[in-house]
T-cell receptor, first 114, second 111 residues
Framework: GDSVTQMEGPVTLSEEAFLTINCTYT??????LFWYVQYPGEGLQLLLK?????DKGSNKGFEATYRKETTSFHLEKGSVQVSDSAVYFC?????????????FGKGTKLSVKP | EAQVTQNPRYLITVTGKKLTVTCSQN?????MSWYRQDPGLGLRQIYY???????DKGDVPEGYKVSRKEKRNFPLILESPSPNQTSLYFC??????????FGSGTRLTVV
């Protein structure tokens, strides 16, 4: 079935370090891909998305490129800040038969130290 | 402001005592959904609804019920809660350019 696999955490980085969180997916059809962020004690916020192959989503210094050939959507940021500490979820959505249900990875907790 | 409102934010209850978690949206979206979030498991879909009076099971529907009598509301009902339903619950809607919008979550503890 359709699924998302993302790297397990927790990930601990120093401020200004480079961040990569790996995400790969399995899907029938052509999914849209998303990264959501959950700050401590809060709900989920959309961080970025991409709807077709080779699209690059970007927001708040984060980027991810939809790679159909490797079925990947890795999240990157060149210089993390303490305020980026959160749980990050990769997700996919298939339109049509499943009516756009979101399928999530298990989440990766990021802690950024000053 | 477009929003999804869940109530309550926190709830502690005892095994077997029926409870309802409410979800309301002001975006006139047809699609609504419930998820539960558990450590190491991510978010898993419980139920979803494509429109009024149309509901369907997600990945983990056992022990839950939903209803969709009007477009704006999508309550989650636990007829006989058990400790394994202790979790963080999120309601979500989907529609138009706004895509998915999540509520702030309901942290449920069943003792």
């Amino acid at each position: 079935g359709d699924s998302v696999t993302q790297m397990e955490g927790p990930v601990t980085l120093s401020e200004e370090a480079f961040l990569t969180i790996n995400c790969t997916y399995t899907a029938t059809g052509y999914p849209s891909l998303f990264w959501y962020v959950q700050y401590p004690g809060e709900g989920l916020q959309l961080l970025l998305k991409a709807t077709k192959a080779d699209d690059k989503g970007s927001n708040k210094g984060f980027e991810a490129t939809y790679r159909k050939e490797t079925t990947s959507f890795h999240l990157e940021k060149g210089s993390v800040q303490v305020s980026d500490s959160a749980v990050y979820f990769c997700a996919l959505s298939l339109f049509g038969g499943s009516q756009g249900n979101l399928i999530f990875g298990k989440g990766t907790k990021l802690s950024v130290k000053p | 402001e477009a929003q999804v409102t869940q109530n309550p934010r926190y709830l502690i209850t005892v095994t077997g005592k029926k409870l309802t978690v409410t979800c309301s949206q002001n975006m006139n979206h047809e699609y609504m959904s419930w998820y539960r979030q558990d450590p190491g498991l991510g978010l898993r879909q419980i139920y979803y609804s494509m429109n009024v009076e149309v509901t369907d099971k997600g990945d983990v529907p056992e022990g839950y019920k939903v209803s969709r009598k009007e477009k704006r509301n999508f309550p989650l009902i636990l007829e006989s809660p058990s400790p394994n339903q202790t979790s963080l619950y999120f309601c979500a809607t989907k529609g138009g350019v706004s895509g998915y919008t999540f509520g702030s979550g309901t942290r449920l503890t069943v003792v």
